[in-house]
């Protein structure tokens, strides 16, 4: 049933059906965007070319780049390089085998926000990393399980933090968490990625979130550059960040986002590493 659902401090709007599939392709088309970077990744390339090229083939497909002016943000994307955790500002330092790059892109599109996240390795990466980048990949995908009608944001935020701190001994980032999705790219609920068991606001099936583990090779602690944007781990250890749009349904959450194209693209690239 769409409409609000308020649970104390969090105003909740409902997706209906015809909405989703508004939403689901808002969050396709950040799918897409993210396949055609993959194809073009190598060393050598700066970030602010892949965020002109970003900026361009959302407008191309009649939509708008949302992070660009959000808050007075600078950029169409974010691209956090190594140990920057998120927020990062495409710039004109080259990129190098070894590197791990997460891109962030948020759109709007026929008034819809899509925001999702995928982080690459260019090259081989070093030791221990690409162990990091697959098991913040698998969960995200434990916590998306989770996200299903009956259960709480709690549930979704235990099943990242166990299976990157507790099985992994990863640092799980506190300062920044998932968000409700919707006409705006930040609704409620705030969607942390640590949490206790049966814990926060119930979910509703026709609940829209962006769930986004980014977690930490190293210590959890993170700091802001003076930029005002970003994010970086205080160790210099690496940093990963994968992000889906999720809507709650009863038995099974439903992905809006994608990967299968940027895996596919991914794949095809000889100069990334498949992690
Ligand atoms: N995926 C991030 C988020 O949801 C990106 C926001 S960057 C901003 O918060 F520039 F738009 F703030
Ligand atoms: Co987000």
Known sequence: MPGFFVNFVAMILLKNNDQVEMMRKSALLVSQTLAEIATT?????????????????????RAIPSFLNYNGYPFNSCISVNDVVVHGFPNTKELRSGDIISIDIGVILNGWHGDHAYTFAIGEPEKGVGQLIKITKESLYKGIEKAVDGNRIGDIAFAIQEHTEKKNGYGVVRELVGHGLGKSLHEDPQVPNYGKRGSGVKLKSGMVLAIEPMINLGRKEVFTE??????????????????????????????????TPIEEAERKNPELFVC
């Open 41 to 61: 990744l190598k060393p050598g390339m700066t970030t602010s070319v892949l965020d002109k090229t970003i900026g361009e083939y959302i407008r191309d497909h």
């Open 226 to 259: 003076a930029d005002g944007w970003t994010v970086r781990t205080k160790d210099g250890k690496p940093s990963v960040h994968f992000e889906h749009d999720v809507c709650v349904r009863k038995n099974k959450a439903d992905i809006l986002s994608d990967y």
